[in-house]
Every structure is written in C-alpha cells, then in structure tokens.
C-alpha cells in the first residue's frame, strides 16, 4: 500500500520543491473528488501495480488496480479489451499521468505512446471487466 513515506523524492531535492508538488497533488486530489458535488475517484499510478484507483463513498472504501499490461490493451472510451489486438512491446510501463479536467487521465508510456485519455466511466468498466467493480 502506498503512504507519503513511500513517494519517491529525488536526491538533492529542495524541500520548498517537494512540499510545493505534494500541495499540488493535494489540492488537485480534492479538487477531483468533489467537482460538482459529484465524487471522483483517485487515480494514481503505480511502478508494478498500474492505475490505482481510490474512492470513498459514505463509509465504504474501494481500492481496484488495473494492471500495466492490462491498460494498455483497453480501449480508452469504452474499458473494454480493444480489437485488434495491438502489439505493445515488452517492457513498455506507464510512467505517468496527466489529468484531463475532472472527467479523465492520460496515461503517458516509456515507450513514448500518450494517444489515450481514459475517462472516469471507462476505468471503471475496466475495473468491472477485471471482476474488480467499485461500489455504486
């Protein structure tokens, strides 16, 4: 499980710097949640395990991951497995995410590819495909 002590920081790093991306962070998770009074949910990302997500709904807490190799193969408006199949080369890992307002994340990979914006509703097909649905 991932906690602040385990958020990589970069050696040498100026502690302004740091504290000023996790503020960022922060504040763009709780923007997220609550955007229109509706609750989104909190999409990391994860070296081995992939997309994280996260939500909290009243007293219920969900966690579901997508694996890496998962992702990839999804296609990004709908969750489901994309056909045809398309060939990702071995070793290709997401390395980061980029928000897309309140409503989707791009995935961007080592190997460069960043064409993908996954909805909210379509990581949670994903999730539901998996057999690992969040609560309603």
């Given at each position: 499980q991932e906690s602040l002590?385990?958020?990589?920081?970069?050696v040498g790093a100026h502690p302004a710097g740091v504290f000023s991306s996790l503020a960022r962070s922060l504040?763009?998770?709780?923007?997220?949640?609550?955007?229109?009074?509706?609750?989104?949910?909190?999409?990391?990302?994860?070296p081995r395990r992939g997309l994280v997500v996260r939500s909290l709904r009243g007293d219920?807490?969900?966690?579901?991951t997508i694996p890496?190799?998962?992702?990839?193969?999804?296609?990004?408006?709908?969750?489901?497995?994309?056909?045809?199949?398309?060939?990702?080369?071995e070793g290709v890992v997401p390395i980061r995410l980029?928000?897309?307002?309140?409503y989707a994340v791009c995935v961007v990979w080592s190997d460069g590819f960043s064409g993908d914006i996954f909805t909210f509703d379509a990581i949670r097909a994903a999730l539901e495909d998996l057999g690992n649905a969040p609560p309603p």
């Open positions: 002590s385990t958020l990589p920081i970069p504040l763009r998770s709780i923007v997220a949640l609550r955007v229109g009074g509706v609750q989104q949910p909190l999409v990391s990302l994860h219920v807490a969900y966690e579901g890496p190799s998962e992702l990839r193969r999804r296609d990004p408006s709908t969750g489901l497995v994309r056909e045809p199949q398309a060939d990702v080369p980029e928000f897309k307002g309140s």
